[in-house]
């Protein structure tokens, strides 16, 4: 069993972009680069390494229609990689939580979309549109990951590695998510551009929030709409031709 861990911050840290929530609410731009990294990092989302700071994120606080916008509800959303692991990292404003209080040993969690997540749907792909990963986290750090395909869904089995970080003071939590290349494609080529999107679950009981990155736009809330995904693309090394 998990228990949340509240971590009160009792100083401004170095990033403060980074460890709070950003004053834009919305990011217009259909595309999220990923910084490049030398080595791999240390998951830290209550002290974020210092490579967050060149990975520009994207914004969002709409609905999966783009509508219904929620300054108290902002997500912003940082991509890495390395030749190894791509590397994500949410910072969530929340209103309330509600999460599970059960987990496998692990930290995984069938149904963890049924409690409070962040969501990163990743299409390495995009040739294949019914085919890619999904990720979710929750605010007490438990996780699940989903491979997807025409008709249903495997466990994935990543060997993803995470780290959460819950500020009830100021009312937004923090996850740093560590995916091994390997488990995303066979045959990683940083010059291609991949399809993505980012999502965020928050609620009780219906009408729930279910905010987008890119909107779905359709009647029903419904994440899984590849034709909405944005672009993620790989930005070079430095000194990289």
Same mark, same amino acid.
């Given at each position: 069993m998990f228990r949340l861990t509240a971590i009160i911050l009792l100083s401004s840290l170095r990033m403060t972009s980074q460890t709070g929530p950003t004053s834009e609410c919305a990011t217009q #731009? &259909?595309?999220?680069?990923? #910084?490049p990294v030398a080595g791999e990092i240390k998951l830290d989302a209550a002290h &974020?390494?210092?490579?967050?700071q060149k990975a520009l994120p994207v914004v969002f606080c709409s609905d999966w229609q783009g509508k219904k916008s929620d300054p108290q509800r902002q997500t912003e959303v940082r991509v890495l990689w390395s030749s190894q692991t791509l590397?994500?990292?949410?910072?969530?404003?929340y209103r309330d939580l509600y999460v599970f209080a059960d987990s496998d040993p692990n930290g995984r969690r069938d149904h963890l979309w049924d409690r409070d997540v962040a969501e990163a749907f990743l299409q390495p792909d995009p040739a294949r549109e019914r085919y890619y990963r999904e990720f979710e986290v929750s605010p007490n750090g438990m996780w699940i990951d989903l491979d997807i395909f025409p008709g249903g869904s495997a466990d994935l089995k990543s060997g993803l590695q995470k780290s959460v970080v819950l500020n009830p003071d100021r009312r937004w939590w923090a996850a740093e998510l560590a995916i091994p290349i390997k488990a995303l494609t066979e045959a990683f080529d940083p010059k291609a551009t991949w399809r993505a999107?980012?999502?965020r679950v928050e609620g009780t009981s219906e009408p729930? #929030?279910?905010l987008a990155w890119r909107p779905t736009a359709t009647p029903t809330p419904n994440?899984?709409?590849p034709a909405?995904?944005? #672009?993620?693309?790989?930005?070079?090394?430095?000194?990289?031709?």
């Open positions: #731009s &259909p595309e999220i680069v990923a #910084s &974020p390494a210092i490579e967050w590397y994500l990292r949410f910072v969530c404003q999107n980012f999502y729930r #929030s279910y994440f899984h709409v909405a995904f944005g #672009s993620l693309r790989f930005a070079s090394a430095a000194g990289e031709k």
